[in-house]
């Protein structure tokens, strides 16, 4: 079965410190893998997704399909990236779309 | 175009009541999916459906129901409510399927008492 681990359910950095929000996930085939982001009384949103392979609000994320991990990092964090961070699993298979629990990032002053 | 709407914004019912829930999508799109988000959990997978037929399901018992309209709209019935019901639900919509960039609406608050 697809499972989504975020092992964090809270991050604190400081502005311009680097950020890593870790995302591990179990699918025997090829997943579609996507991070999703919602800011303070917001939607949630699409931040980026494997296949793009686009860096988004500086955010970068990489298929490591060996540690089966899709991390998402950030060189430089801003304050405005405080938010809450889902990472999501999906196949065209299935047709359904597995989150994790989410990770909250607060980025300190 | 406003996006993903649903409605109502919250909702009370009691235990063993049914409730409805509507999702209209954005224009365009022909696939909606809906989610439960209980507090301190990402968001639960609990059906698709593409072009009016159910394309997924999750692991969700058999009273949680859902439909797709000819204009895309969507409603979830939930029947025999329980306490464990309460929670966000969350529409959202896309071009295709399930693997496609899903569009969220702001979702439905039930409260079950």
């Known amino acids: 079965a697809q499972r989504v681990t975020q092992p964090e359910k809270l991050l604190s950095v400081f502005k311009g410190a680097p950020v890593e929000l870790k995302c591990n996930y179990s699918?025997?085939?090829?997943?579609?893998l996507f991070w999703y982001v919602q800011y303070s009384r917001q939607r949630l949103q699409l931040l980026l997704r494997h296949i793009s392979r686009e860096s988004i609000k500086g955010f970068t994320a990489d298929l490591n399909k060996g540690e089966t991990s899709f991390h998402l990092k950030k060189p430089f964090a801003q304050e405005e990236d405080s938010a809450m961070y889902y990472c999501?699993?999906?196949?065209?298979?299935?047709?359904?779309?597995?989150f994790g629990a989410g990770t909250r990032l607060t980025v300190k002053p | 175009d406003a996006g993903v709407t649903q409605s109502p914004t919250h909702l009370i019912k009691t235990r063993g009541q049914h409730v409805t829930l509507r999702c209209s999508p954005i224009s365009g799109h022909k696939s909606v999916s809906w989610y439960q988000q209980v507090l301190g959990q990402g968001p639960q997978f609990i059906f698709q459906?593409?072009?009016?037929?159910?394309?997924g399901r999750g692991n969700f018992p058999d009273r949680f129901s859902a439909r797709q309209f000819p204009n895309y709209s969507s409603e979830l019935n939930v029947n025999a409510l329980l306490l464990g019901d309460s929670a966000l639900y969350l529409c959202?919509?896309?071009?295709?399927?399930?693997?496609?960039?899903?569009?969220f609406g702001p979702g439905t608050r039930l409260t079950v008492l």
């Open positions: 999501a699993l999906s196949t065209y298979n299935n047709n359904d779309m597995r």
């Open positions: 959202a919509s896309s071009t295709g399927l399930a693997a496609d960039e899903q569009f």
């Open positions: 699918y025997s085939g090829s997943p579609e």
């Open positions: 459906y593409y072009e009016k037929e159910e394309r």
